[in-house]
């Protein structure tokens, strides 16, 4: 299934992340802090940099195709979520920041 549209996108987003609180709370008696998401966000971009250097044979360690695709996708998920927990629309702070770019670029 393809996801192209950014509402199906956030909706999927924000159901998987509901499942990983129920998760939490069962492992650890309560639900991951924003600044806990923020956190493994920021880890998971890491690791997007490590893959791309492997990819690039830049880095000893082989990592796959899959795992760099998986960890974009991830981050882009990250992205959905923290945006969602700190009451902003990731639609509107992305049509506000192409817009501003694009203004910036002419």
């Given at each position: 299934?393809?996801?192209?549209?950014?509402?199906?996108?956030?909706?999927?987003?924000?159901?998987?992340?509901?499942?990983?609180?129920?998760?939490?709370?069962?492992?650890?008696?309560?639900?991951?802090?924003?600044?806990?998401?923020?956190?493994?966000?920021?880890?998971?971009t890491g690791l997007i940099?490590?893959?791309?250097?492997?990819?690039?044979?830049?880095?000893?360690?082989?990592?796959?195709?899959?795992?760099?695709?998986?960890?974009?996708?991830?981050?882009?998920?990250?992205?959905?979520?923290?945006?969602?927990?700190?009451?902003?629309?990731?639609?509107?702070?992305?049509?506000?920041?192409?817009?501003?770019?694009?203004?910036?670029?002419?």
């Amino acid at each position: 299934m393809r996801t192209n549209n950014i509402e199906e996108i956030i909706k999927r987003s924000l159901e998987i992340r509901k499942q990983y609180h129920k998760l939490e709370r069962q492992h650890h008696g309560s639900e991951w802090t924003v600044e806990e998401d923020a956190l493994a966000f920021l880890t998971d971009t890491g690791l997007i940099g490590r893959n791309i250097m492997s990819q690039q044979n830049r880095w000893p360690k082989a990592n796959s195709q899959e795992e760099l695709e998986h960890k974009l996708g991830e981050s882009i998920w990250w992205l959905v979520v923290l945006a969602d927990r700190m009451d902003i629309s990731i639609e509107e702070a992305v049509e506000k920041f192409l817009t501003k770019t694009e203004k910036l670029l002419k």
